[in-house]
């Protein structure tokens, strides 16, 4: 194994994607979920592929209400949107959150996620579900 690999992948695991502990099954299908992510986004910028429901209404929800906090519930076309926030990148120390995630979910009659659209926001943004303590 190369030196580079070898340091990186300590490195990782020290400050890592997952916190203080290695987990090489976890990041190794992290990092083909952000693979997989930058390649469509990449599809969707060039104009091989739409934009899925998901983008699209999460780019009007992020126009209209740019202000809105965690957990707020908006309207929007006769559907109920929750706005989350989770840490994106934290401070060395890992006691301050330096960038917030935001996104929002799907709201069911029930006043729960609907899962299929979560599983898409994951999909589409999985880097939002990482949490980092430095740059890589």
Same mark, same amino acid.
């Given at each position: ?5 070898? +340091? ?6 020290? &400050? ?5 502990? @290695? ?5 190794? &299908?992290?990092?083909? %979920?952000?693979?997989? +992510? ?13 934009? %899925?429901? $998901?983008? $699209? ?15 707020? $519930?908006?309207? &929007? ?7 989350? /926030?989770?840490?994106?990148?934290? %401070?060395? %120390? ?8 935001? @996104?929002? /979910? ?14 898409? $926001? ?5 880097? &939002? /579900? ?7």
């Amino acid at each position: 194994m190369p030196l580079k690999v070898l +340091a990186d992948r300590e490195r990782r695991a020290i &400050y890592g994607l997952t916190g203080m502990v @290695y987990t090489p099954h976890i990041d190794d &299908y992290m990092q083909a %979920s952000i693979k997989k +992510a930058e390649i469509l986004a990449c599809l969707k910028v060039q104009g091989l592929l739409t934009l %899925s429901e $998901v983008e $699209v209404i999460t780019v009007a929800l992020d126009l209209l209400h740019k202000r809105a906090r965690n957990n707020a $519930v908006v309207e &929007y076309d006769g559907n109920a949107y929750q706005r989350k /926030f989770s840490p994106l990148k934290l %401070s060395k %120390s890992g006691k301050v959150v330096r960038i917030w995630a935001k @996104y929002w /979910f799907l709201q069911l009659p029930s006043g729960r996620a609907d899962p299929e659209w979560e599983a898409q $926001v994951r999909e589409i943004w999985p880097t &939002y /579900f990482l949490i980092r303590t430095i740059d890589m």
